[in-house]
């Protein structure tokens, strides 16, 4: 008997209570627990055994760590059926989050209680691979063919009421899982109650399973586990359950031989892993119960809603009462959204927009706050107007955050008489939905400074990485460089629709273009007007023809026009017939000859490019590890999940590979295509990002 499966018999109910934290995922151990406890109470004599969870949770899934490595016996699938074989009635009792392989042990069991908080679910195809132990042969059998379909292809995680409904489990009761399960497994023994095995019911009638594996493949964009999933669901419906079971089975094996489960895994470990720094260790954040915003703009105004949702008052200060007013409004709109979804009642929305919320037109009203966020006009000299005035007013020990998208921290901080409480915070727009937040830390800021503006994204629930200072920090850095190795692309002879699409079917949420034509196409135009008055370097390459569009007054969807035309509607793509004219102008002007891109070479110079760059910010300690700008693409840029991130992608695709095509593009252009230090030295030696990820865990 292992110790993580604790054994106890109460009368003649075996209890084996999971104990191995912190989600008693289902690690080897644990199986051969269960497998031994079952076998353990058919020997004692029992009449029933009851299966809970100690700690936070029932089985929360396999033990994904095991993922990739050789599986040790028993395996999972062969432990639900080795439950359900029993012949002594088995209860399940759920608390926390039933999910996977927790679901599958719950299915295996003859019934099911679950606290009305537990929530349950089959998440495999969000870690790209499929329900593997009896997920997609039990649960058609209790739910029919429609809402199984729905809960396997979809990951999502449903409540114990709605479980219930459906008929996943038996009953709902408050109180201990150890207590209701033997409560009811009592109350089964004296009624006389019998084994209840879901493999022994009726599978649903089949349904035109080809067509339901298109739509689910088209919805997914790219990803394959859903719709693979669906031929498991199919499965139930064709064939014996012991068949079945095997069909399940090497579905779930070919997902898990795949790039997308490799990506998908690196994702999910890669979000836990990107808030744990060695610098943080031990160190505490400073008090954060109430915030100040600068700046009631869509950013401001977007940190504030998200403030607010988080229960912090926010002090929101803007230059006039009609300007703070107008603020105001905006934060209503965006708690009115939350109040529609159903997340806040309309007694919440009316206490945090009067109550929480606080006008202010004068600096004195941040005298008190403990963090200040400026969400001002980009610009250094406003910048450290503002920092200046809150150096004057703030208490000591308020952090100071800038929302700067690129300008240097360092010069900011400088402006004030305490650097060490400076900070950039950079918010992703609309900031209340997007989950990525950059904290940009200057050289001066304090550790305890830093792990205060982890501990503000954890409460507002945002997914942070450390960036380091430099221009466009993680994100805006690497993407003016893939948007430039797009740019160049449109000059040589590829459409921006044909790398719009190339893209997206690549997995990006947007191509490029249509994402400059959502952010506001004078967004770049002001970065190009910069970097001109910066003075370019002479090999840099340069291009007029989106500062026409802009001349004429074409900023993208909010003017109806940028490189598409929205009159019909923001999905219809239309190109705007405008562009391709500048275009080719632009290219006769400069005496290029067009040439023909495969989709494949866009793919692959855009992806270059990015990978390229984001070796550079790593190697330059910009960002810390590769995981980290992963995580950066992945959260604000629409970066498709299912691969991983670029680093990951690189690392899949082999590094040896991409450093030969940066070399041969750096034939035509020596000055773009210059390749990051760290990518050649990881191909000499032989390595990958991800060794970098793990010597920094290690
Ligand atoms: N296998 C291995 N480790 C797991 C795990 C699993 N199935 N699920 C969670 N963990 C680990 C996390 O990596 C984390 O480890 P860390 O503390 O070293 O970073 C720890 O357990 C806690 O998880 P976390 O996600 O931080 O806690 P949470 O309370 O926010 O969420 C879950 C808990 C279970 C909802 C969430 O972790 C989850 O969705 N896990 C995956 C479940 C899944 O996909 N199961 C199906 C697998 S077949």
Not at 130 to 139: K, S, V, W
Not at 291 to 313: D, E, F, N, R, S
């Amino acid at each position: 008997m292992t110790e993580v499966i604790g054994y106890e018999v109460i009368g003649d109910i075996a209890v084996l209570a999971a104990n191995n934290p912190p989600v008693n995922a289902l690690g080897h151990a644990v199986r051969q627990g269960l497998a031994d406890g079952i076998a353990r109470a058919e020997a004692d004599g029992v009449k029933a055994v009851l299966i809970y969870g100690e700690g936070r949770t029932f089985f929360a899934g396999a033990d994904i760590r095991e993922f990739g490595k050789p599986p040790k016996e028993p395996f999972l699938p062969d432990l639900c059926t080795r439950i359900e074989s029993s012949p002594l009635i088995v209860v399940s009792a759920l608390h926390g989050t039933a999910l996977g392989g927790g679901l599958e042990i719950a299915l295996g069991s003859h019934y099911r209680i679950a606290v009305p908080s537990a929530r349950m679910g089959l998440p495999e195809v969000l870690i790209g691979v499929m329900p593997g132990a009896g997920g997609t042969q039990r649960l058609p059998r209790l739910v029919g063919i429609d809402a199984s379909t729905d809960i396997i292809t979809s990951g999502r995680q449903i409540k114990a009421d709605e479980a219930l409904s459906l008929g996943i489990i038996d009953r709902v009761e408050d109180g201990a899982p150890r207590d209701i399960g033997l409560a009811y497994a009592r109350e089964l023994i004296d009624s006389g109650a019998g084994r209840r095995p879901v493999s022994e019911m009726a599978a649903p009638e089949a349904v035109d399973f080809d067509a339901l594996y298109e739509s689910v493949l088209k919805k997914a964009r790219g990803q394959i586990a859903p719709a693979t999933a669906v031929r498991g669901i199919q499965a139930c419906c064709e064939l014996p359950f012991d068949q079945g079971m095997k069909r399940e089975r090497e579905l779930f094996m070919e997902l898990m031989a795949s790039d997308q489960r490799q990506g998908l895994i690196h994702a999910f470990f890669a979000e836990r892993e990107v808030g744990k720094l060695p610098e943080l260790k031990g160190v505490e954040p400073r008090t954060l119960a109430s915030i100040g915003v600068i700046g009631g703009g869509t950013m401001g105004a977007g940190i504030a809603t998200a403030a607010l949702l988080a229960g912090l008052p926010v002090v929101m200060l803007e230059m006039t009462p009609e300007a703070a007013q107008a603020a105001k409004e905006r934060i209503a709109k965006n708690l009115g959204g939350a109040l529609k979804r159903g997340k806040i009642s309309q007694e919440q929305f009316e206490q945090l927009t009067e109550k929480a919320l606080t006008l202010a037109t004068e600096y004195d009203a941040l005298s008190d706050v403990d963090l200040v966020i400026e969400a001002v006009f980009e610009e250094m000299g406003v910048k450290k107007q503002v920092f200046g005035k809150l150096d004057a007013v703030c208490k000591q020990g308020a952090v100071l955050a800038s929302n700067t998208s690129y300008l240097d921290v360092n010069e900011i901080a400088a402006c004030t008489a305490r650097p060490a409480d400076v900070i950039g915070l950079h918010f992703f727009s609309p900031a209340h939905v997007m989950k990525l937040l950059e904290i940009v830390v200057a050289d001066k800021t304090a550790p305890d400074v830093v792990a205060t503006g982890f501990a503000l994204g954890k409460m507002l629930g945002k997914v942070s990485v450390r960036a380091g200072v430099c221009d466009g920090f993680i994100g805006n850095r690497i993407l003016s460089t893939y948007r430039t190795a797009a740019d160049h692309m449109v000059l040589d002879g590829a459409s921006p629709y044909q790398i719009d699409k190339a893209l997206e079917a690549f997995g990006f949420a947007m191509g490029p273009y249509a994402v400059a034509d959502l952010a506001g196409l004078d967004i770049g135009w002001a970065v190009r007007k910069r970097k001109r008055a910066e003075g370019l370097h002479p090999k840099a390459r340069d291009a007029s023809y989106a500062d026409k569009l802009c001349e004429d007054g074409h900023f993208g969807q909010k003017t109806g026009k940028g490189y598409y035309d929205y009159a019909a509607g923001a999905k219809a793509r239309v190109p705007n017939e405008e562009v391709m004219p500048l275009i080719e102008a632009e290219r006769a002007e400069q005496g290029i000859t067009p040439r023909d891109f495969t989709d494949e070479e866009i793919v692959r110079r855009y992806m270059a490019a990015m990978v390229n760059e984001a070796a550079k910010v790593v190697g330059e300690g910009i960002a810390r590890r590769p995981l980290d700008v992963d995580v950066t693409l992945l959260y604000g840029y629409g970066f498709p999940r299912y691969r991983g991130g670029p680093l990951k992608w690189a690392d899949m695709q082999g590094l040896p590979a991409l450093l030969d095509d940066i070399r041969r593009y750096a034939q035509e252009d020596d000055y773009f295509w210059q390749p990051a230090p760290l990518l050649e030295k990881l191909v000499a030696e032989g390595r990958s990002f991800d060794d970098l990820n793990k010597e920094d865990a290690a």
